[in-house]
């Protein structure tokens, strides 16, 4: 899982600032995936993302959350008006199709907010 | 609803010993399986899949069984060493929704020297 990059690996913000969370897919993967986890508890899907389009956003909180992956550049995962409870894990994950196929995971950022 | 502030399942092993960890998924529709290993302060690494028209894989020391009848998923680790110390999470795929894996609580293996 070397191959999927992430940073930074620690990040720390104060309540109401913004967090910026990047991923940089393994070479030759197009389908990037972002999950939050908490605690002692299993990874919780966001969003995956192809190349410029969201393809299933389902996980996202509603406000406050967005993500991209442009044409150029890494995927970002983007926190507005952070809060105590966005602190968590944040994994990306890279495969180069859809569908039923092995995912590499990131190293993880994680955001502590203070 | 979420787990909120439970500790995880717990296994404890000596070194040497065989190591069985369960899961029970919750789609009769997924297809695909992965187990996936996370030590502190990494990201899950895959051990082994296996997709549901096979009952059985086996990897290096590790075999993963799908019973679909009960919708459960076992890995088998044998000899257990050390290294192999960490939360072990299954995973489970449906398809036809793309890459999106839904996970498992985690089991905390602890292997004793």
């Known amino acids: 899982n070397a191959g999927v990059m992430q940073n930074p690996r620690h990040l720390v913000r104060r309540r109401g600032q913004e967090a910026r969370l990047r991923c940089s897919p393994m070479k030759g993967h197009s389908h990037v995936y972002w999950y939050r986890q908490l605690p002692e508890e299993g990874l919780k899907f966001m969003v995956y993302l192809q190349k410029e389009n969201i393809i299933d956003e389902s996980g996202m909180p509603k406000e406050r959350f967005s993500a991209e992956f442009p044409k150029e550049g890494p995927s970002i995962l983007r926190i507005q008006q952070v809060v105590r409870g966005d602190s968590a894990a944040y994994f990306c994950a890279s495969s180069p199709t859809t569908g039923a196929t092995e995912a590499f995971f990131g190293q993880g950022t994680r955001l502590t907010v203070v | ?113």
């Open chain 2, 1 to 113: 609803g979420e787990s909120v502030g439970l500790h995880l399942p717990t296994l404890s092993v000596q070194e040497g010993d065989n190591s069985i960890i369960n899961c029970a998924y919750s789609n009769s529709a997924s297809d695909y399986f992965i187990w996936y290993k996370q030590e502190s302060g990494k990201g899950p690494q895959f051990i082994i899949d296996i997709r549901s028209n096979m009952d059985k894989r086996q990897g290096q020391r590790v075999t993963v069984l799908l019973n679909k009848t009960v919708k459960h998923l076992s890995l088998q680790i044998a000899a257990t060493q050390p290294g192999d110390s960490a939360v072990y999470f299954c995973a489970e795929n449906i398809g036809w929704q793309g890459g999106k894996l839904i996970f498992g609580q985690g089991t905390e293996l602890s292997v004793k020297p």
